[in-house]
């Protein structure tokens, strides 16, 4: 199950750039999975990836 680690998180925005189907900015600011299935694994592996300060885990 996705999921971001809000100690992690510093807000950046890049997850909810590259899979809004699957991030959005939470009401404290910081991203959070509200879809996991909303885009597909291969989207959700580069979201992973591309956030840099790795709060995003599987
Ligand atoms: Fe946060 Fe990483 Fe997304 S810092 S906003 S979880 S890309």
């Known amino acids: 199950m996705l ?5 992690k998180c ?3 925005g890049t997850c909810t750039a590259l899979c ?3 991030f ?3 009401e404290d600011g910081e991203a959070e999975v ?3 299935e909303g ?3 291969e989207q959700a592996q580069m979201c992973i990836d ?3 300060v790795q709060a995003i885990s599987k």
């Open 3 to 7: 999921n971001v680690d809000k100690e």
């Open 10 to 12: 510093i807000a950046c």
């Open 20 to 22: 809004p189907q699957i």
């Open 24 to 26: 959005k900015m939470g």
């Open 34 to 36: 509200y879809n996991a």
């Open 39 to 41: 885009d597909t694994a």
């Open 50 to 52: 591309s956030c840099p």
